[in-house]
Every structure is written in structure tokens, then in C-alpha cells.
T-cell receptor, first 112, second 111 residues
Framework: SQTIHQWPATLVQPVGSPLSLECTVE??????LYWYRQAAGRGLQLLFY??????ISSEVPQNLSASRPQDRQFILSSKKLLLSDSGFYLC???????????FGPGTRLLVL | LAKTTQPISMDSYEGQEVNITCSHN???????ITWYQQFPSQGPRFIIQ???TKVTNEVASLFIPADRKSSTLSLPRVSLSDTAVYYC????????????FGIGTKLQVIP
């Protein structure tokens, strides 16, 4: 069966510090991968998606970037965090044929 | 992509059937309707997906009228553990990378 992992689960970072969140998927090949952010009490905002290694599409201009160095690895990064980057970050995958998205446990980021 | 409208919140007592309706007036011919459930501090979880008429699984039923301009998620005999946010999504096959989840419907189950 397929599983999706995210780490860390919780992160507290100072403003201006770098960020690296990692997401890995097991049990599938060539998945579509997604990064979402959810602010408190809000819906999910799609940040990036990827249909293959090195292929990244950005949905929202921001202080973040994403990379996909391996087929089942998706990384969300920032060089300098802003207060507004605080939120709940979710990684998801989908089978390119089925489209239903399966979400990871999420990372709660607090920028102080 | 079709825009969806659903109630912001609903309350229900334990043991009751809950129906959450989603409007999607400009749904396209090749759009599917998908519902997700999200508990606090967790990622959304797929519940059910359909194209037309009725779909049922072990968790819920999805009713879609002939014009497909709305859909209703039905949860039978809810329990406290069904308290969550429920999202309705409409998108074509191959189009889910553009989907916006919105704020969903917050269901509160009352003892």
C-alpha cells in the first residue's frame, strides 16, 4: 500500500531563517505531488505541484520554492522566512490516472 | 474550474443522518465531484467521488441529481468522531492540480 511521510511534524523558526520541509511517498511510481498551505481556520491553498522529477509548477508567487530531486521526494524551501509563512503545510500525492489526492500528516510551522 | 458553494457550518446530534449539499452550477461535462474530510491538525482524507446518480461506500453516500448542478454528501448515523471539516471539490479528470479546497463545511456533532 502507499504511504506518505512528512517531516518535521512541528517547527518553530525565527524570521529570516531558511526552511526545508520534506515529503516522501512510498508504494507508488511517478506520482503527482503537491504542496499546500493552510492558515488557521482557512481552506487549503495550493502552492506547488509536480508531475515528474524536476518539473515544478507554482500556483502562487511567494517566498517559497519547491524541488523534486527524486521521483517520490518533494521538498519545500525558503531562503528567508517571513511571519506570514506560518501555517500548516501539507504534502499530497495522486496517481496520475486517478487524480484523487492523498495527504500526508502535515507540518505545523510557526515563524516568530 | 467549477466554483463550489457549501454551508460554512452545520450542527447535528449523534445518531442522526447528516446531509451536506454543495452547489456547482457551472459544472462541466467532464467534471467529477469529490468529497474530503479533514480533522484538526491532519491532512484531508478522501471520502467519496462520483459523476452522476448515486455512489455509496462504507463511509458515506453521494447523491448527484441529473443536472449535476449540486451534490449531497450523506453521512449515516453520525458519531462524535465525525466532527470535522468536509470539502466538496469539482474538477475534470487530469485537472486536480488546479483544485481549490475552499473553507469547507465544519460539521459539529453534538452528544
Amino acid at each position: 500500500s502507499q504511504t506518505i511521510h512528512q517531516w518535521p511534524a512541528t517547527l518553530v523558526q525565527p524570521v529570516g531563517s531558511p526552511l526545508s520541509l520534506e515529503c516522501t511517498v512510498e508504494g507508488t511510481s511517478n506520482p503527482n505531488l503537491y504542496w499546500y498551505r493552510q492558515a488557521a481556520g482557512r481552506g487549503l491553498q495550493l502552492l506547488f505541484y509536480s508531475v515528474g522529477i524536476g518539473q515544478i509548477s507554482s500556483e502562487v508567487p511567494q517566498n517559497l520554492s519547491a524541488s523534486r530531486p527524486q521521483d517520490r521526494q518533494f521538498i519545500l524551501s525558503s531562503k528567508k522566512l517571513l511571519l506570514s509563512d506560518s501555517g500548516f503545510y501539507l504534502c499530497a500525492w495522486s496517481d496520475s490516472a486517478m487524480e484523487t489526492q492523498y495527504f500526508g500528516p502535515g507540518t505545523r510551522l510557526l515563524v516568530l | 474550474l467549477a466554483k463550489t458553494t457549501q454551508p460554512i457550518s452545520m450542527d447535528s446530534y449523534e445518531g442522526q443522518e447528516v446531509n451536506i449539499t454543495c452547489s456547482h452550477n457551472n459544472i462541466a461535462t467532464n467534471d467529477y465531484i469529490t468529497w474530503y474530510q479533514q480533522f484538526p491538525s491532519q491532512g484531508p482524507r478522501f471520502i467519496i467521488q462520483g459523476y452522476k446518480t448515486k455512489v455509496t461506500n462504507e463511509v458515506a453516500s453521494l447523491f448527484i441529481p441529473a443536472d449535476r448542478k449540486s451534490s449531497t454528501l450523506s453521512l449515516p448515523r453520525v458519531s462524535l468522531s465525525d466532527t470535522a471539516v468536509y470539502y466538496c471539490l469539482v474538477a475534470p479528470s487530469g485537472g486536480y492540480q488546479k483544485v481549490t479546497f475552499g473553507i469547507g463545511t465544519k460539521l459539529q456533532v453534538i452528544p
